[in-house]
């Protein structure tokens, strides 16, 4: 489904699965945000969600990983077979390559596949693609490694947030990530959170749930609130 112009939900919550996949398309570039399943493979409900738009899986220029985890990246090592490439934080990047307990396949009982990501995505730092610039913006805490992507698109801010911050109904409550991973640490949530609030973002799309168009530093401020009450 579109959500806005040019973003595309290809996997989640309306196709009745756990987790989001987007897909981002402008002019003859298109990239993907997370790619991966739980109990269930969901690869073809993504690559026939994504040709309902006219994408095909093999015209990706490049998978955005968030985190490690396998409902967020286990397709990755398939989609770069088909010469997309792969961008992860360096914490992430050094999990998919071994599969170990960071990509938690014991909490579901699978066997994660390695795979060797072909670009490390820097705090801080952008890349330029076509019209597109992402910004990297590190977000540990669920993860060690999470990271969040910044897409500046039609003078909007978009942010592809993993499992960082999980928009309730109608985006009007929050949750966080799950906190069964090895290297879960709410100190450095907290102190994500805290940056995060002092950031500007104007729509938020996250790893699960309901994505939430405009509005979005106000639902960091009430995660922030919400981890400041909660966890001191």
């Not at 806005?4 to 987007?22: K, T």
């Not at 396998?70 to 992860?88: C, E, N, P």
Request: charged share 20%.
């Amino acid at each position: 489904m579109q959500i806005i112009p040019g973003v595309y939900l290809v996997n989640g919550f309306p196709y009745g699965q756990h987790q989001n996949s987007y897909v981002v398309k402008i002019d003859d570039v298109s990239m993907m945000f997370d790619c991966g399943d739980l109990e269930r493979d969901t690869y073809e409900v993504i690559r026939t969600n994504c040709r309902t738009w006219g994408i095909e899986m093999s015209d990706l220029s490049y998978l955005l990983v968030t985190h490690a985890h396998l409902d967020h990246s286990s397709h990755a090592a398939k989609l770069q077979r088909m010469g997309v490439k792969i961008i992860a934080s360096e914490d992430t990047a050094e999990a998919m390559a071994c599969g170990d307990d960071r990509c938690i396949g014991y909490a579901v009982h699978r066997q994660y596949e390695p795979c060797k990501v072909n670009l490390i995505a820097n705090d801080g730092n952008t890349l330029t693609i076509g019209k597109m610039r992402i910004r990297y913006i590190a977000a540990p805490g669920h993860t060690k490694g999470s990271m969040i992507y910044e897409v500046v698109f039609n003078a909007q801010k978009l942010w592809f947030v993993g499992d960082v911050i999980l928009p309730g109904n109608e985006c009007q409550s929050v949750s966080f990530g799950w906190s069964g991973g090895p290297d879960y640490d709410k100190f450095l949530y907290l102190k994500t959170l805290r940056k995060l609030s002092h950031l500007k973002c104007d729509c938020l799309f996250p790893g699960h749930h309901q994505p939430c168009i405009g509005g979005g530093r106000r639902i960091i401020e009430m995660a922030y609130t919400k981890a400041m009450i909660e966890w001191r």
